[in-house]
């Protein structure tokens, strides 16, 4: 059975940092990735990376967020700097096009 679990969430203020990371078990997968939904919003790409390191940013997030993944732990990390107001969304784990994770909030408010 596939399951994605995502931690890392929660509040931070505009320009700081925070750091999510997805679980994966179930599945080696070709490619994983993160999307995020805002309130009120349709769910958008933020990053994939493929099992051998290549990466793909939506332009809202180029040069402020960085994926990556560790194949050996299943496991794939977004690393979110200078954080902004709009980046507030619940954020999803993503993999192999069908399968999701249940989604961590990120709040970025001062």
Do not use: H
Not at 3 to 29: D, H, T
Not at 78 to 91: C, F, G, H, I, R
């Amino acid at each position: 059975q596939v399951q994605l679990v995502e931690s890392g969430g929660g509040l931070e203020q505009p320009g700081r940092s925070l750091r999510l990371s997805c679980v994966a078990s179930g599945s080696i997968f070709s490619i994983m990735g993160w999307y995020r939904q805002a309130p009120g919003k349709q769910r958008e790409l933020v990053a994939t990376v493929t099992r051998g390191g290549s990466t793909n940013y939506a332009d809202s997030v180029k040069g402020r967020f960085t994926i990556s993944r560790d194949n050996a732990k299943n496991t794939v990390y977004l690393q979110m700097n200078s954080l902004k107001p709009e980046d507030t969304a619940v954020y999803y784990c993503w993999a192999d096009i069908i399968y999701w994770g249940q989604g961590t909030l990120v709040t970025v408010s001062s």
